[in-house]
């Protein structure tokens, strides 16, 4: 079973940048899309970064341009650098990783087995 914990988050006023970082440990099955999600009060949790085996990432409209997500093998560790940070990006995020067997395309819409406990994110203005 796959272990994720996030870290990195904190309170920041709005412009500013923070980076996520998610420690992945343990068996990955399915290592086809990994991602960050978040969630906003009152409000479900929502994908907004992914990244596939191949390297190519996905992003919500809301971040594109302003948040990048990668990838480090070798360290077994995903990143979210979010930049030009905004009052509505005020959210709890939480990485995710191996996903269930499907025939999807687009790692944004697969099914994550595993997430993260989460890392709080608050901007100010």
């Known amino acids: 079973q796959v272990q994720l914990m996030e870290s990195g988050g904190g309170s920041v006023q709005s412009g500013g940048a923070l980076r996520l970082s998610c420690a992945i440990s343990g068996f990955i099955r399915n290592r086809e899309c990994m991602g960050w999600f978040r969630q906003l009060p009152g409000k479900e949790r929502e994908g907004i970064a992914t990244i596939d085996e191949d390297g190519v990432t996905t992003y919500v409209d809301s971040v594109k341009g302003r948040f990048t997500i990668s990838l480090d093998k070798a360290k077994n560790t995903l990143y979210l650098q979010m930049d030009s940070l905004k009052p509505e990006d005020t959210a709890m995020y939480y990485c995710?990783?191996?996903?269930?067997?499907?025939?999807?395309?687009?790692?944004?819409?697969?099914?994550?087995?595993?997430y993260g406990q989460g890392t709080q994110v608050t901007v100010s203005s």
């Open positions: 995710a990783a191996d996903i269930y067997d499907w025939g999807g395309h687009i790692c944004l819409h697969a099914p994550y087995r595993s």
